[in-house]
C-alpha cells in the first residue's frame, strides 16, 4: 500500500509581537532622548589629535567666536534634584542688584548658552521668540571696567565647585582674546581646563617611520 504523503507546508514566523516591541522601544528612546540644543553661535574650532571626551554633566564651557565674541554655559548637573543654572543666576542678581521673577529663574535654567550684557538678560528671557533673543547675544562684557565675564566665572564656581571648564574657540580667534580668558580662569584658581578641538586622524608615512 503506498504511503500517503504529507503536504509541504513553507515554516511561517508570526512577526506581529516583534514589531509591537520595536515601537514601543522606540517610543520610550522618544520620550526619554534629550537632544543638544543647537550652538548660541558658530564656531569653527581647531583640529587636534586628542581623544579625550569632554563630559556630558558638570561642565563648564567658554565659547569664543572668531569676532571675539564671549559666551558663556553651565549645565544643570546629573542630580535631577539639583539646578546650578538657576542657583547661579539668583547670585549673579544679587551682584548686580536685578530682581528676577521665579519664572524667569526656572525659563532661565531651561536655557543653554547665553552670551549678553546683565542689564539684557531679563529681556532676552521674555523675548517672544528666538531671533528676538540673538538679537541680544552681543558677548558678555569682559573689559577691565565692566568685567562681567569673571563674575560669571566666579560665581559658577561657588554654585558648582566640582564643574569641570571647557574653553571652546573658534580657529580664527585671536590668541590675545584666548590669553585674556585663560588668564580669567587663572585668577579664578581655575589652572585645568579643556580645550574643545576637532578630532584629526594623524597618519603616518613609511618614510617617517625611524629605521630599524
Avoid: C
Avoid at 83 to 96: G, I, N, T, V, W
Avoid at 135 to 159: E, F, H, V, Y
Wanted: proline share 7%.
Amino acid at each position: 500500500m503506498p504511503k500517503i504523503k504529507q503536504p509541504v507546508r513553507t515554516p511561517h514566523i508570526d512577526m506581529t509581537p516583534m514589531v509591537d516591541l520595536f515601537s514601543v522601544l522606540l517610543i520610550f528612546l522618544l520620550l526619554t532622548t534629550s537632544f543638544r540644543p543647537a550652538e548660541v553661535a558658530p564656531i569653527e574650532t581647531p583640529n587636534s589629535v586628542s581623544e579625550k571626551q569632554a563630559p556630558d554633566n558638570d561642565i563648564m564651557t567658554i565659547l569664543i567666536t572668531k569676532d571675539s565674541l564671549v559666551f558663556f554655559n553651565i549645565d544643570n548637573g546629573k542630580d535631577t534634584t539639583t539646578h546650578f543654572r538657576s542657583e547661579l543666576l539668583k547670585k549673579m542678581a544679587e551682584q548686580y542688584k536685578i530682581t528676577f521673577t521665579p519664572q524667569e529663574i526656572n525659563k532661565f535654567g531651561s536655557f543653554s548658552a547665553f552670551g549678553l550684557p546683565m542689564k539684557n538678560i531679563k529681556a532676552w528671557l521674555n523675548a517672544k521668540d528666538s531671533k528676538e533673543r540673538d538679537k541680544l547675544q552681543t558677548g558678555i562684557p569682559s573689559d577691565s571696567l565692566d568685567n562681567q565675564l569673571a563674575w560669571w566665572i566666579r560665581m559658577a564656581r561657588l554654585t558648582n565647585p566640582g564643574a569641570e571648564v571647557a574653553l571652546k574657540g573658534d580657529a580664527e580667534t585671536p590668541y590675545v582674546v584666548v590669553k585674556k580668558v585663560m588668564d580669567l580662569l587663572q585668577e579664578n584658581k581655575v589652572n585645568k581646563f579643556n580645550l574643545v578641538t576637532n578630532l584629526t586622524k594623524e597618519e603616518v608615512l613609511m618614510k617617517d617611520l625611524p629605521p630599524k
